[in-house]
């Protein structure tokens, strides 16, 4: 079973892909007595499911592409590597890119000994990625499957970090998030927003500390590294990336991802699992 929850904030979480297909979140049920279901599939459109909760636990991953969820206030992606656990009861919806695979895990709450509270970043070795992925399979007998689940909760660990953006809900800002949320490459600096706005940029920069903990152009920043991710997983390279989000040359983003990402666009590009701290 699947709550379907109405978003009730008035801000748009990001940029909407041509193309984009609406889906229905869907949920494994009450796997007794095994304690963990995996699936995956590759929708090969850009993807989209409105908020939603699922009754059990969801860990949730991506190869070729990214996946990008809401929660609440929070903007948080999955890039290579890593996973997102989704505790039971979460309100959160999800967009995925066209060149995507999702790949996902329902954990039953009572017969899953490792559980996070939050919405958690899990490193996405791969070891734990064979093991579900051998957990999807329809041919293991009830033994194979409780020795495989055994071993998923032993490795099962949270990242360094997640990546996330905390929107900014405050309306006196929500219209300068909008519109940097549907394009990144928008440079208009405080100045310019704020006689747009009517207010003073004092105003501006304070309304974004107290909202998010980051000034202006510190936000700014993050969002941009943010939609890089996706760009950077559906292969666009970093020239491409540094084009589309503004940046004046690659050198400048580039130094501007790694301050914010701790890791270079290679890194990424790479697909190799990395650590963020």
């Known amino acids: 079973m699947v709550a379907r929850i109405h978003d009730e904030l008035g801000l748009a979480p990001w940029r909407r892909d041509p193309g984009t297909v609406v889906?229905?979140?869907?949920?494994?049920?009450?796997?007794?007595?095994?304690?963990i279901v995996a699936e995956s599939e590759a929708p090969g459109v850009p993807t989209e499911w409105p908020s939603h909760?699922?009754?059990?636990?969801?860990?949730?991953?991506?190869?070729?592409?990214?996946?990008?969820?809401?929660?609440?206030?929070?903007?948080?992606?999955?890039?290579?590597?890593?996973?997102?656990?989704?505790?039971?009861?979460?309100?959160?919806?999800?967009?995925?890119?066209?060149?995507?695979r999702l790949h996902d895990a329902f954990f039953a709450p009572g017969r899953t000994p490792v559980e996070f509270?939050?919405?958690?970043?899990?490193?996405?070795?791969?070891?734990?990625?064979?093991?579900?992925?051998?957990?999807?399979?329809?041919?293991?007998?009830?033994?194979?499957?409780?020795?495989?689940?055994?071993?998923?909760?032993?490795?099962?660990?949270?990242?360094g970090r997640q990546f996330e953006l905390e929107l900014p809900g405050d309306p006196r800002i929500d219209a300068i998030a909008e519109t940097l949320l549907t394009d990144p490459a928008d440079d208009r600096g405080l100045q310019e927003w704020a006689a747009f706005l009517g207010m003073s940029e004092r105003t501006i920069t304070r309304a974004f500390r107290e909202a998010t903990g980051l000034s202006f152009a510190q936000w700014r920043q993050a969002l941009r590294v943010h939609a890089a991710l996706a760009l950077l997983s559906e292969g666009v390279d970093v020239q491409g990336v540094a084009e589309r989000l503004g940046y004046s040359q690659p050198s400048t983003f580039i130094a501007a991802f790694r301050r914010v990402m701790q890791v270079t666009p290679g890194a990424v590009m790479s697909g190799i699992p990395y650590q963020l701290s």
């Open 23 to 35: 889906r229905r979140a869907v949920s494994a049920g009450d796997p007794a007595p095994r304690a």
């Open 53 to 100: 909760a699922h009754p059990m636990h969801e860990l949730v991953w991506v190869r070729g592409g990214t996946l990008t969820s809401r929660i609440g206030n929070r903007i948080l992606t999955v890039p290579p590597g890593f996973g997102l656990w989704l505790p039971a009861g979460v309100v959160h919806g999800g967009r995925l890119t066209a060149a995507a």
């Open 117 to 159: 509270a939050e919405p958690t970043s899990i490193t996405m070795t791969p070891l734990l990625e064979s093991l579900l992925l051998r957990l999807a399979r329809t041919d293991l007998d009830d033994e194979a499957r409780a020795r495989t689940e055994a071993v998923v909760f032993d490795v099962l660990e949270p990242s």
